[in-house]
């Protein structure tokens, strides 16, 4: 099992930043680096959508909603996967989840992801 913890979500201006950090919980941080990872969204009464995904030699994938504006990274020693927001727009106010697999990499489809975490909100006032 591999539990993720979301943090670093809250409430911005329209063209503002934030920046949200997902870490595994207890153990499972030595296996971080043996997992593909990715950001997915989710706003009321929609569902939920892949933002940005990271695979485990660095290799990014971004949805076209957020080309330019966000940015995935990993940081295997410390366990953690970032997603850097800037330039933020009221359309991207939403749930946002972290996800891991072994094996569902660069995906976009919540199916292959193995492990989430409980979400935390993102919220762009304009």
């Known amino acids: 099992q591999v539990p993720l913890v979301e943090s670093g979500g809250g409430s911005v201006q329209a063209g503002g930043s934030l920046t949200l950090s997902c870490a595994p919980a207890?153990?499972?941080?030595?296996?971080?680096?043996?997992?593909?990872m990715a950001w997915f969204r989710q706003a009321p009464g929609k569902e939920r959508d892949g933002v940005a995904a990271?695979?485990?030699?660095?290799?990014?994938r971004y949805d076209d909603s957020v080309k330019g504006r966000f940015t995935i990274s990993k940081d295997d020693a410390k366990s953690i996967l970032y997603l850097q927001m800037n330039s933020l727009d009221p359309e991207d106010t939403a749930m946002y989840y972290c996800?891991?697999?072994?094996?569902?990499?660069?995906?976009?489809?919540?199916?292959?992801?193995?492990?989430w975490g409980q979400g935390t909100q993102v919220t762009v006032s304009s």
């Open positions: 996800a891991a697999s072994r094996t569902w990499c660069l995906s976009f489809s919540t199916a292959g992801y193995n492990y």
């Open positions: 207890g153990d499972a941080s030595r296996e971080f680096s043996g997992y593909c």
């Open positions: 990271i695979n485990t030699d660095g290799t990014s």
